[in-house]
T-cell receptor, first 116, second 109 residues
């Protein structure tokens, strides 16, 4: 019973590089959510996607961040030209249903991004 | 947006003690979850409990949606219970979870 998979688990990037974080939802789940946890803080919503669609990106920074969930393959969170303030844990969650329905979100182990 | 406050912010227990963690929220909810973030940073689903009471082993939870609070009970605490406990809510027709401020729990021998 594979849960939500994220890779890599740890990622180190120098300032100015790109970071790509991957998330494979639980089997049977077609709704994916990304959250960010800054050091010593709680998780903050970033974006909600279904296959090939961004449903809600109200929590995404306006620049340098993008997300996709293609028809085939994992969801990708991309951060361009990383800065030290991007250092955080990035969690992906999935659910079997979405907007307007009762559901539970299941979280992956997270990707810890360190920008040097 | 919705405000989610958890109390206490920090808690130290002796192994075997019981505790109650509280989550207060400012709006009606249609999804409430409790999570345990262990010292390695992993988020573990404890309960999905928009209303009512549930029990799972030494843990139980109660949500009184009309009074806008939820409680997490930990009985006979163990050192492996250490970590941060979050409640998280979804409101109205939205889809994102809003996380509370967390309770940092340390269980000592």
């Amino acid at each position: 019973n594979a849960g939500v998979m994220q890779n890599p688990r740890h990622l180190v990037r120098r300032r100015g590089q790109e970071a790509r974080l991957r998330c494979s939802p639980m089997k049977g789940h077609s709704h994916v959510y990304w959250y960010r946890q800054l050091p010593e803080e709680g998780l903050k919503f970033m974006v909600y996607l279904q296959k090939e669609n961004i449903i809600d990106e109200s929590g995404m920074p306006k620049e340098r961040f993008s997300a996709e969930f293609p028809k085939e393959g994992p969801s990708i969170l991309r951060i361009q030209q990383v800065v030290r303030g991007d250092s955080a844990a990035y969690f992906c969650a999935s659910s079997p249903r979405g907007l307007g329905q009762s559901y539970e979100q299941y979280f992956g182990p997270g990707t810890r991004l360190t920008v040097t | 947006g919705i405000q989610v406050e958890q109390s206490p912010p920090d808690l130290i227990l002796q192994e075997g003690a019981n505790s109650t963690l509280r989550c207060n929220f400012s709006d009606s909810v249609n999804n409430l979850q409790w999570f345990h973030q262990n010292p390695w940073g992993q988020l573990i689903n404890l309960f999905y409990i928009p209303s009512g009471t549930k029990q799972n082993g030494r843990l139980s939870a109660t949500t009184v949606a009309t009074e806008r609070y939820s409680l997490l009970y930990i009985s006979s605490s163990q050192t492996t219970d250490s970590g941060v406990y979050f409640c998280a809510l979804r409101t109205g027709g939205g889809n994102k979870l809003t996380f509370g401020t967390g309770t940092q729990l340390k269980v000592e021998l």
